[in-house]
C-alpha cells in the first residue's frame, strides 16, 4: 500500500477509532530505581481503516461480540508497540460517524460470506456485539 497523505487523526475522523483500554506496568530493569505506582491504565485509540483497505477488517479479525477474541495473544501485541509490560487489555467500542457506519455496513453487505453472516446486522453483532458508538 502506497503511504497516504492522511494521518491517523484525519482517519479518525473519517472512518472511526478502536478504543482499547489497557493495564500496564513499569518494571525497571536498572538496579537502583523504582516505580510507584508501577501501574497504569491508559486508553489507546487505533484508527480504522477504510472499507477496502488494508487493515479495514480489524473487527473480524480480532473481536468477538464486542471483546477480544484473543486477549493474550492482543496483549502480547500490545506490550511489543509499547515497549512494556501489559497486564491487561480490552475492547471498548468503535467510535464512528454516521456516514463512516454507513460506508463499513456497505462494504460488509458487499461480501457477507466473508463474515459467514447472513445480514450486515448480524455481522456487526458477531463481532462488534453493542460497542458501536454513532458520534457527530
Known amino acids: ?20 483500554r489497557v493495564r500496564f ?57 509499547l515497549g512494556v509490560p501489559v497486564d491487561s487489555v480490552s475492547f471498548r467500542e468503535l467510535r464512528i460517524d454516521e456516514p463512516a457506519l454507513e460506508a463499513l455496513k456497505g462494504a460488509i453487505a458487499d461480501d457477507l460470506a466473508a463474515f459467514n453472516a447472513d445480514s450486515v446486522s448480524a455481522a456487526l453483532s458477531k463481532y462488534l456485539g453493542s460497542s458501536i458508538r454513532v458520534v457527530d
Open 25 to 81: 506496568r513499569l518494571d525497571p530493569a536498572t538496579s537502583g530505581l523504582r516505580a510507584e505506582p508501577t501501574t497504569f491504565e491508559t486508553t489507546l485509540y487505533r484508527a480504522a481503516d477504510p472499507p477496502g483497505e488494508p487493515g479495514w477488517l480489524f473487527f473480524r479479525d480480532n473481536l468477538w461480540h464486542g471483546d477480544l477474541s484473543d486477549p493474550e495473544h492482543f496483549r502480547d501485541l500490545t506490550a511489543e508497540a
Open 1 to 20: 500500500m502506497a503511504p497516504s497523505a492522511r494521518s491517523d487523526e484525519d482517519d479518525a475522523d473519517r472512518y472511526g477509532e478502536y478504543v482499547i
